[in-house]
C-alpha cells in the first residue's frame, strides 16, 4: 500500500496526497509540516492499516475465506470508499476535493492493500501449526 503510494507520487506523479498526508490532516489539521509529523503519520496510517487487517482477518472468520483474493480486493474498496467519503462529510480541508487522479491512486493502492493482506491471512491460514 505505502509502496504503491510511493511510486504513484513520486514517480508517476499520479496522485497529490500520500496516505500519511490523509492521517496528517485528521491528527494536525494540516498537511506535516517536518520530518517529525511525516514520522508519526506514517506510523499512525501503518498502525490503522494494521487495525483494518486486523478487521479482515475477523471477517474471514465469519464469512468462507473461499475466494479469498476477490474479498480482499472488495474489502479493500469498500473500505476505501467509506473512509475517502469522511473528508468530504465533514469538509477536511484539502481532502475534500482531490482530483480524480489522487482518487484512483487511493483506490487501486487500497485493494492491492486488500488483496495482499487477504493472501497474507490465506498463508498465516495454512501454515503449518497454526490451528493446533
Known amino acids: 500500500m505505502n509502496v504503491w503510494d510511493m511510486i504513484s507520487n513520486r514517480f508517476l506523479h499520479f496522485g497529490s496526497f500520500r496516505y500519511l498526508d490523509w492521517a496528517a490532516m485528521m491528527i494536525y489539521g494540516e498537511l506535516p509540516e517536518n520530518m517529525a509529523e511525516t514520522i508519526v503519520s506514517l ?18 472468520l465469519t464469512i468462507t475465506s473461499r475466494g479469498y483474493l476477490i474479498k480482499g480486493a ?4 469498500i473500505v476505501s470508499f467509506i473512509l475517502f467519503s469522511i473528508p468530504v462529510l465533514f469538509q477536511v480541508p484539502h481532502l475534500y476535493q482531490t482530483g480524480p487522479n489522487t482518487q ?3 483506490v487501486i493502492g487500497a485493494i ?16 503449518p501449526g497454526v490451528n493446533g
Open 74 to 77: 472488495f474489502y479493500g474498496f
Open 112 to 127: 492491492i492493500y486488500g488483496l495482499v493482506t487477504a493472501a497474507v491471512l490465506n498463508w498465516l491460514d495454512s501454515s
Open 43 to 60: 506510523i499512525t496510517q501503518i498502525l490503522w492499516s494494521g487495525f483494518l487487517g486486523i478487521i479482515l482477518s475477523f471477517l474471514f
Open 104 to 106: 484512483l491512486s487511493n
